[in-house]
């Protein structure tokens, strides 16, 4: 017979049950067990060193309550549980396969004890030269009619519970599939905000965070820099006299790099895993290289530092609503 849970999908459904509400062992076992319809009973020695080891681990945390650790899941317990919410979904289609092989089995076993106590009961009446008594030919018959009965039945409810989960984890992958979109219209929506304010400014972290929230506007091709006792040089020879200085990024002698435009499809060389989560981890880790790489190259100053403070800040507050619980 195949494991009951594969390999870390009991830590997995301990989680799930202690999210439901606290428990001690004794009723994770017993839930166990019901949930496999009977067919199926974890031992104290399997069920218990796993609760110890999450509560280890800072997943799950308990309290004694009459002598017996009633045990909790932790704020880190259900995040792993948000974390690895589709797999979840396939551990539910995974234990309704699991019930149907376990009924199967059974069958298997009753056809094969019915045939035996026929053929034991045959040799019996052959050896004796007498005939089978009716009333224990009658008892043996209603035992084989009820456990045929019996399996029939559970191998209704396992086709159920079989089906049910399959539409469980059907809906599960098409919500997380239409929420990853939501994030990703979402992040397209915010960047055409960015890069339209960005643009005015022409600053180099402007282009920056443009082209990491993914638009498809190039840069303004100039660069600001921000110095006290100087004119403004417009390109016509005339000052203003306001105490800030201006020049194209085209101006060798300022001295300054020029910005590059924005990607059209910033990150697009990184393939999808098919987990959002992960994804979204990886398009961090793309835009702080960036940001480190552009202030390595370019030099950050405390008016520069303020103004990626302030973008930052503002990219920071969309996506938070965007990957937010949606009401």
């Known amino acids: 017979m195949?494991?009951?849970?594969?390999?870390?999908?009991?830590?997995?459904?301990?989680?799930?049950?202690?999210?439901?509400?606290?428990?001690?062992?004794?009723?994770?076992?017993?839930?166990?067990?019901?949930?496999?319809?009977?067919?199926?009973?974890?031992?104290?020695?399997?069920?218990?060193?796993?609760?110890?080891?999450?509560?280890?681990?800072?997943?799950?945390?308990?309290?004694?309550?009459?002598?017996?650790?009633?045990?909790?899941?932790?704020?880190?317990?259900?995040?792993?549980?948000?974390?690895?919410?589709?797999?979840?979904?396939?551990?539910?289609?995974?234990?309704?396969?699991?019930?149907?092989?376990?009924?199967?089995?059974?069958?298997?076993?009753?056809?094969?004890?019915?045939?035996?106590?026929?053929?034991?009961?045959?040799?019996?009446?052959?050896?004796?030269?007498?005939?089978?008594?009716?009333?224990?030919?009658?008892?043996?018959?209603?035992?084989?009619?009820?456990?045929?009965?019996?399996?029939?039945?559970?191998?209704?409810?396992?086709?159920?519970?079989?089906?049910?989960?399959?539409?469980?984890?059907?809906?599960?992958?098409?919500?997380?599939?239409?929420?990853?979109?939501?994030?990703?219209?979402?992040?397209?929506?915010?960047?055409?905000q960015f890069q339209e304010q960005f643009a005015k400014s022409g600053g180099m972290l402007g282009n920056l965070a443009g082209s990491w929230l993914g638009g498809s506007g190039a840069g303004t091709g100039t660069s600001t820099s921000t110095s006290t006792g100087t004119d403004t040089n417009t390109g016509t020879g005339t000052g203003t006299g306001t105490g800030k200085a201006a020049t194209t990024a085209a101006d060798p002698a300022s001295g300054a790099a020029p910005s590059a435009p924005a990607a059209p499809h910033w990150a697009e060389d990184l393939v999808s895993t098919g987990d959002p989560a992960r994804d979204l981890d990886r398009l961090l880790d793309r835009f702080r290289d960036d940001v480190r790489d552009a202030a390595r190259d370019h030099g950050v100053t405390p008016a520069g530092l303020a103004e990626a403070r302030a973008h930052l800040a503002a990219a920071a507050d969309r996506l938070a609503r965007t990957l937010g619980p949606r009401r």
């Open 2 to 192: 195949p494991p009951v849970f594969a390999h870390g999908r009991l830590r997995l459904y301990l989680l799930k049950l202690l999210d439901e509400a606290p428990r001690h062992g004794y009723e994770v076992i017993r839930l166990l067990e019901e949930r496999f319809q009977g067919l199926y009973a974890p031992s104290a020695g399997t069920v218990y060193p796993r609760l110890a080891k999450l509560e280890a681990e800072g997943l799950v945390t308990y309290a004694t309550e009459g002598g017996r650790k009633v045990y909790s899941i932790t704020e880190a317990g259900r995040a792993e549980l948000a974390d690895r919410g589709g797999e979840l979904a396939d551990l539910e289609l995974e234990i309704r396969e699991s019930v149907s092989e376990l009924a199967a089995e059974i069958r298997d076993d009753v056809r094969g004890a019915a045939g035996a106590l026929r053929r034991e009961m045959r040799a019996a009446a052959s050896a004796s030269a007498t005939p089978v008594e009716d009333a224990s030919w009658a008892a043996a018959k209603e035992e084989l009619r009820k456990a045929r009965q019996e399996w029939k039945e559970q191998a209704r409810r396992a086709k159920d519970e079989s089906r049910r989960a399959r539409e469980e984890a059907q809906a599960a992958r098409r919500q997380a599939k239409e929420a990853q979109e939501r994030a990703r219209e979402e992040v397209m929506r915010i960047a055409s």
